[in-house]
Nanobody, 121 residues
Framework: VQLQASGGGLVQVGGSLRLSCAASGSLPSRFIMAWFRQSPGKDREFVAAVSWSGTNTEYADSVKGRFTIDRDNGKKTQTLQMYNLVPEDTAVYYC???????????????WGQGTLVTVSS
């Protein structure tokens, strides 16, 4: 399984970015997808997750109301739309997928290479 994240870049405070993740390879028939991030000197943290059907979503408190996760199963992609970005959102963002489709899950089995988001003030 390969997860290819893209869309990172440099943005000013209050700006927006849209991250995308394309999945390929021997994927499970149904699976949860998520985004994590890691800032310099910090542990990787959960950002958002979306169920197989797209009906269920979960967000970290720090991004609720600003970020929106979505997926397109036909295209095997997920997106993270980020609004009102703040310097604390600066991090490498990782796309992840779980072998399980049972919601919710804390187990992610596949990881992408990450895409850097930098929010400047």
């Amino acid at each position: 399984v390969q997860l290819q994240a893209s869309g990172g870049g440099l943005v000013q405070v209050g700006g927006s970015l849209r991250l995308s993740c394309a999945a390929s390879g021997s994927l499970p028939s149904r699976f949860i997808m998520a985004w994590f991030r890691q800032s310099p000197g910090k542990d990787r943290e959960f950002v958002a997750a979306v169920s197989w059907s797209g009906t269920n979503t979960e967000y970290a408190d720090s991004v609720k109301g600003r970020f929106t996760i979505d997926r397109d199963n036909g295209k095997k992609t997920q997106t993270l739309q980020m609004y009102n970005l703040v310097p604390e959102d600066t991090a490498v963002y990782y796309c992840a997928a779980s072998q399980s489709y049972r919601w919710p899950t804390s187990q992610y089995d596949y990881w992408g290479q990450g895409t850097l988001v930098t929010v400047s003030s």
